[in-house]
């Protein structure tokens, strides 16, 4: 599930800027595979934290996690030279991220609440002890 789009991210950080970030060849237009990988990069990286707590693909996604998306996408665009602006916000996005695995932060207000952790924990469940230390029970 792809959480921003090529579109999301011209549309808050400037055409301009993701043509400066992702046009390698000089050919004078925004490279959608470029775009594609970051996105993607930025998709894996939200779902290793929200998987937690919630089911995934999701069945909306709310706007928070669009931003979210879309400042980890720019971040991994700028590369080896991030603005402060830029990994300010990213580092935003992953404290966000991480309260949203511990519980502590909900993925939004869009109708999406968190699921709750997946438990991998076993139980065990029987009957009371016959046998002790000093004894057995009756029957």
Request: proline share 0%; aromatic share 8%; charged share 30%.
């Given at each position: 599930m792809t959480y921003a789009t090529q579109q999301a991210l011209v549309d808050r950080f400037g055409e301009l800027e993701i043509l400066q970030l992702t046009d390698?060849?000089?050919?004078?237009s925004i490279d959608a595979e470029v775009v594609a990988s970051a996105l993607a990069d930025a998709d894996e990286l939200i779902d290793s934290y929200i998987a937690a707590r919630a089911a995934l693909p999701l069945a909306t996604v709310p706007e928070r996690l669009v931003r979210v998306a879309g400042d980890i996408a720019r971040y991994f665009l700028h590369a080896d030279a991030p603005t402060e602006q830029v990994r300010t916000?990213?580092?935003?996005?992953?404290?966000?991220?991480?309260d949203v695995?511990?519980?502590k932060a909900t993925l939004g207000d869009d109708g999406v609440t968190a699921a709750g952790p997946a438990s991998a924990t076993i139980e065990f469940v029987g009957d009371?002890?016959?046998?002790?230390r000093t004894g057995l029970k009756d029957f």
């Open positions: 390698r060849d000089n050919v004078g916000a990213y580092k935003d996005s992953l404290t966000w991220l991480r695995a511990a519980g009371d002890r016959l046998m002790s």
